[in-house]
C-alpha cells in the first residue's frame, strides 16, 4: 500500500521468545496505529501514536509494547510470545479520508 | 458494549448479479460510519465514509445507506464483478471512546463466473 510498509510479512517464532513489527510511512502522519485480525472478529486496536514518543493503549494492548522514536517508524513488541498471539498484525496510519493499511503481518506462535 | 454486527457472514453470488450486505451497529453516539473492502492478504481500503446526518453515499458500484434512527446501513453492489470478491467491513466511530473505531467481522463476497 502507497506510502505504509509493514515488516516482516511474514514470521514463525516460539513461544516465550520477544518479537518486534516494524511499520514505517513516508506520509509524515502523526498519527499511527497497530491492529491485529483474527477470524470471526473485527480489528482490534493494540496500541496507537499520536506522535513522536506519544502513545496510548487500544483494547487488547496486554502482552504487547509499543515506540515511536520517530515520525515515520511505529514498532510492535511482544514482549513474550504467546500461542494467543497468533494473528495478522497490520498497521494504519489516519488521514483527513480515512485510514490506510499496511498489507500485514503474519505472526504464527508455535 | 458497543457491536457492530454485519451479515450474513458469507456470500456467494454470480458474476454480474446485484447484492446487499447489512450492518447493524449499537454504538450510541457515533461520529461516522465506513465501509472498507479487504481482499485476501492486503489491508482494508476504504470504500466510504458517512457521517450521521448522511443517507447515502455513492463510489462507483459501490452505495451505502445510512438510517441512523434504527441504526442499520448497508452496502448495495451493482453488476458485480470477480474483483469484488473479497470481505466487506463495516466501521462505526465511537465518540464517547475518543472516536475509537468499533470494526465488524466483515461478510465474506465471493462473486462466481
Known amino acids: 500500500d502507497a506510502g505504509i510498509t509493514q515488516s516482516p510479512r511474514h514470521k514463525v517464532t516460539e513461544t516465550g521468545t520477544p518479537v518486534t513489527l516494524r511499520c514505517h510511512q513516508t506520509e509524515n502522519h502523526r498519527y499511527m496505529y497497530w491492529y491485529r485480525q483474527d477470524p470471526g472478529h473485527g480489528l482490534r486496536l493494540i496500541h496507537y501514536?499520536?506522535?513522536?514518543?506519544?502513545?496510548d493503549k487500544g483494547e487488547v494492548s496486554d502482552g504487547y509494547s509499543v515506540s515511536r522514536s520517530k515520525t515515520e517508524d511505529f514498532l510492535l513488541t511482544l514482549e513474550s510470545a504467546t500461542s494467543s498471539q497468533t494473528s495478522v498484525y497490520f498497521c494504519?496510519?489516519?488521514?483527513?479520508?480515512?485510514?490506510?493499511f499496511g498489507s500485514g503481518t503474519r505472526l504464527t506462535v508455535v | 458494549k458497543n457491536q457492530v454486527e454485519q451479515s450474513p457472514q458469507s456470500l456467494i453470488i454470480l458474476e454480474g448479479k446485484n447484492c446487499t450486505l447489512q450492518?447493524?451497529?449499537?454504538?450510541?453516539?457515533?461520529?461516522?460510519l465506513r465501509w472498507y473492502k479487504q481482499d485476501t492478504g492486503r489491508g482494508p481500503v476504504s470504500l466510504t465514509i458517512m457521517t450521521f446526518s448522511e443517507n447515502t453515499k455513492s463510489n462507483g458500484r459501490y452505495t451505502a445507506t445510512l438510517d441512523a434512527d434504527t441504526k442499520q446501513s448497508s452496502l448495495h453492489i451493482t453488476a458485480s464483478q470477480l474483483s469484488d470478491s473479497a470481505s466487506y467491513i463495516c466501521?462505526?466511530?465511537?465518540?464517547?471512546?475518543?472516536?475509537?473505531?468499533?470494526w465488524g467481522a466483515g461478510t465474506k463476497l465471493i462473486i462466481k463466473p
Open positions: 494504519a496510519i489516519s488521514e483527513l479520508q480515512g485510514y490506510t
Open positions: 450492518c447493524n451497529y449499537t454504538v450510541s453516539p457515533f461520529s461516522n
Open positions: 466501521v462505526v466511530s465511537d465518540v464517547d471512546s475518543n472516536y475509537q473505531l468499533i
Open positions: 501514536s499520536y506522535g513522536v514518543k506519544d502513545t
